[in-house]
């Protein structure tokens, strides 16, 4: 290499001489051509030779004036040619001694890179070794030395690593040298070939080659070489560890023999929030308090690993750990594995299980659960009452076969003609699969429903249902469906049941015979609209037969309905469907043919009732209106005669006159009575509201009745507070209310009996109350006192029209008030008016 660095430069050399030979060459050509015409532009010899006393002016002047400017430009350009070849002279001469000084300093370069590469021979002759080259830009390689150095025969078997290497070491080796040629990164190997010789491989690039060095290592070389080796071996296995270690989500540490630091994981700088793994440990980070530190030493001293739960802070937060610290020979190693997780999960299924327990023990179901052992490990309160076991027996968690023998002593289980083989077969359950299903007639009558089901930890879970309540009801229920079917079957109306599909699944014969079907064509249950078209001779698509069809087919709002079917045969029929819980719906049909004539003559007859009321009662309305003009015209003719300003009278005239005055007056007042219960019964009456004086209208209506007082010897005290004040209401009709009531207890009042009016004042309202000593009302007639032109003697001679109580009650309850009457026979009559403190309506009708 230093021979060809040395030929380059003096070949370089050679042609800056040459180029600069061939300048001086050219410049020796152009001076033949410049001497004669420096000589055709100088005046003479003799001039030339003029002594120096010349001044250069003058002989700039003498020139110019003697030469042209042709001459000038040549004078120039042979000047020009004359003043590069100078420097270019010079520049050579220069050139000549750097030439010069190159050549010796290559000289000496030369030299020493002879002695190097003799050198380099002499190391590479001294040791067995194998050099390969690979020139840039070429995969031919170059290889010198002995392929014997890695047990080889020819040199080509040297880049074959696999003859001489194990296949991972060839693999290695192979990305090695492809990395070095490809992207020149150097490497240093230390390898074992099949022979067990150890061999160093040395990669570098230089000089933009690619060199790989194979030496067989001897001596201390060769101890390092299988030092190197079984580092490697060593690190290759250690490396998963590591690599495990530093993914483990746990704190793992290492300790020197005082208690430093000397390694952790990321997931221990992540817990004590350092920046990475060197930082936690150049700080000295401690992730278990002091008090721990405190715990593990002492367990370390006393010989034993530390194993136990800590509390530590762990990126902030305090958690729950499960710390494992050994010693080692150059220390002490730990790992702390969170259990916050698992012991939350552990208080959750403890509390589940405690859950589950508390419940299992409130099923009416006993529950006894066992173990893969076979031995007891829970049981409810249920199972403990089911077999009357004691309780301290339970707890002690006894086998299976102990409590199976214990039941059998007592003769509480099945009985078995082979108790043995009984029992193989029930423990069977322990290694099956499925759950299995028995049942138990126990001989004091119960029936039990015995599941057995595998447990997934090996063990057996037995429930216990005692179902002799359900068979019994079962049974119950069978026999009430037969009671049923026979009533069914034996009712009068037609009953038919409608499944949620449509389609009928009961029915019993008055069903069948009512609509005249056939009981073949019911059989295969056919659907509502099936049945629809069966009966459409009879109803003709009645509406209330549609409401069915729709019922029984409804989805949503399944409500009962009720209707009335007429036949075409003239008989009527009511039907009604009621929805049932399940889905189904209940379908009933009533022959109503008799009834419903006799409702219709009812009804025809109570029409005509109503009519021949309504009749009477024009009747009435037009008669006392009738009368009363007449009646008008009387009164006026008698108080006209009975004036002194038409003439004297005589006493017997007098006396006439004021009997015809007595009966107009009554007959004014019956045909007023009569007209007002007419006007309320047409709804028109108006009521004149005011302040009434309570007192003021009994006095009132005691006066109208004084006469019949005084002439039946009847004496009438009001009973009354001083205070009680006044109400709203219409003054006129209240003291025409108290009238009627007097005169009909003056009416039926023995002679020299006691009447008495009392009036109360209560919160809710004013109660007048009229009292007489009479005979009483007989039960049977007293709820008929109130209606019109009911009137009865009941021992007196006194008959009158019966209105005044149906217009008492009439008025009291246009008032918004109430009528009540007590009476009982021989012991006289209390009727009773209530009216309210306030009258809100001033026109209201009468029912």
């Known amino acids: 290499m230093p021979d060809t660095i040395r030929g380059s430069r003096g070949t370089r050399h050679r042609r800056r001489t040459q180029a600069w030979a ?14 004669p015409f420096m000589a055709a532009i100088t005046p003479s010899a003799a001039t030339a030779a003029e ?4 001044t250069i002016r003058e002989l700039i002047l003498t020139a110019q004036s003697s030469i042209d400017q042709h001459q000038i430009a040549s004078i120039t350009v042979v000047c020009g040619v004359a003043l590069f070849a100078v420097v270019s002279a010079i520049m050579l001469v220069h050139a000549w001694a750097r030439a010069a000084r190159l050549e010796r300093r290559l000289r000496k370069e030369n030299a020493r890179l002879r002695e190097e590469v003799d050198r380099a021979d002499a190391l590479m002759q001294a040791e067995p070794q194998v050099v390969v080259v690979w020139p840039a830009g070429s995969n031919e390689p170059k290889i010198d030395g002995e392929p014997s150095a890695v047990g080889v025969a020819m040199p080509h078997q040297v880049l074959a690593f696999g003859s001489w290497l194990d296949a991972s070491k060839a693999t290695a080796m192979e990305r090695a040298v492809d990395a070095l040629r490809g992207r020149g990164e150097a490497f240093t190997m230390a390898l074992t070939t099949r022979s067990g010789d150890p061999i160093e491989a040395l990669g570098r690039a230089i000089a933009g080659r690619a060199v790989l060095r194979l030496k067989n290592a001897s001596g201390t070389n060769r101890d390092l070489v299988e030092l190197a080796t079984r580092y490697d071996k060593l690190s290759a296995e250690v490396a998963p560890l590591r690599a495990l270690i530093e993914a483990l989500p746990s704190p ?22 350092a920046g990475d793994v060197s930082g936690a440990i150049r700080q000295r980070t401690e992730f278990l308090d002091s008090a721990s530190r405190a715990g593990i030493a002492q367990a370390h001293m006393n010989g034993v690993a530390y194993s136990g739960r800590m509390r530590a802070v762990a990126a902030g937060t305090r958690r729950t750990f499960d710390v494992l610290d050994i010693t080692t020979d150059g220390g002490s190693t730990g790992i702390a594995v969170d259990v916050t997780e698992a012991e939350a999960m552990r208080a959750a299924r403890d509390h589940l299980i405690d859950a589950h327990r508390r419940t299992l023990d409130q099923l009416p179901i006993g529950v006894a659960m066992f173990g893969s052992d076979q031995q007891l490990t829970f049981y409810n309160a249920a199972y403990r009452a089911l077999w009357d076991l004691d309780a301290a027996f339970l707890d002690q968690g006894p086998t299976d076969s102990a409590v199976i023998e214990m039941l059998r002593a007592a003769r509480k289980l099945p009985e078995q003609q082979d108790f043995r083989q009984w029992k193989a077969q029930l423990h069977e359950a322990y290694r099956a699969v499925e ?5 138990w007639h126990l001989p004091g009558g119960r029936t039990l429903r015995v599941v057995t089901t595998p447990n997934p930890d090996g063990g057996l879970t037995y429930l216990f249902h005692d179902v002799t309540a359900r068979l019994e009801l079962e049974r119950r229920f069978q026999e009430l469906i037969r009671v049923q079917g026979e009533t069914l079957d034996n009712l009068a109306e037609g009953v038919a049941v409608f499944g949620s599909d449509g389609r009928l699944r009961l029915h019993n014969a008055a069903f069948v015979s009512m609509w005249k079907l056939n009981a073949a064509d019911l059989a295969d249950r056919p659907h509502i609209e099936r049945i629809t078209a069966l009966c459409l001779p009879l109803h003709a698509g009645a509406p209330a037969w549609q409401e069915l069809r729709l019922a029984v087919t409804a989805i949503d709002n399944r409500e009962a309905t009720k209707g009335r ?6 008989s009527a029929v009511d039907s009604t469907s009621v929805p049932l819980p399940d889905g189904a719906t209940l379908v009933t049909f009533h022959d109503v043919t008799a009834s419903v004539n006799v409702e219709r003559a009812l009804r025809e007859r109570n029409e005509a009732l109503e009519d021949a009321d309504k009749i009477k009662i024009d009747f009435v309305h037009h008669v006392s209106y009738e009368l009363r003009s007449p009646l008008t015209n009387i009164i006026g003719f008698v108080h006209l005669l009975g004036d002194p300003a038409t003439g004297p009278l005589a006493r017997k005239q007098r006396e006439y006159l004021d009997y015809i005055t007595v009966s107009t007056n009554s007959l004014l007042a019956l045909i007023n009575n009569i007209l007002d219960l007419a006007t309320i019964d047409a709804g028109r009456m108006q009521l004149n ?44 009709r209240v003291r025409q209310v108290l009238f009627n009531l007097l005169a009909n207890a003056a009416n039926f009042s023995p002679g020299g009996g006691k009447i008495v009016l009392r009036a109360d004042r209560r919160p809710d309202g004013i109660i007048f109350s009229v009292t007489d000593q009479g005979p009483g009302i007989p039960p049977d007639v007293l709820g008929k006192v109130f209606d019109w032109f009911e009137s009865h003697p009941l021992g007196s001679t006194h008959r009158g029209p019966g209105i005044g109580l149906s217009l008492v009650r009439s008025f009291v309850e246009l008032h918004g008030g109430t009528v009540a009457i007590a009476s009982e026979v021989g012991r006289g009559t209390t009727v009773t008016c209530t009216f309210p403190l306030h009258t809100t309506a001033s026109l209201t009708a009468a029912e």
């Open 22 to 35: 061939r300048v001086i060459a050219a410049l020796c050509a152009l001076a033949p051509v410049a001497i």
């Open 565 to 570: 079917i007429e036949l075409r045969d003239g």
């Open 252 to 273: 793992v540490w290492a300790r020197d023999v005082d208690g430093q630091l000397i390694f952790v994981n990321s997931a221990y700088a992540r817990a004590v929030d």
């Open 689 to 732: 509201l005011g302040p009434v004086d309570i007192r003021e209208t009994m006095t009132a209506a005691a006066e109208g009745v004084q006469d019949r007082l005084v002439s039946s010897g009847l004496s009438l005290d009001i009973v009354t507070a001083e205070n009680i004040g006044s109400f709203t209401a219409d003054k006129l």
């Open 51 to 54: 002594p120096p006393s010349t």
């Open 435 to 439: 759950p299995t299903e028995h049942t």
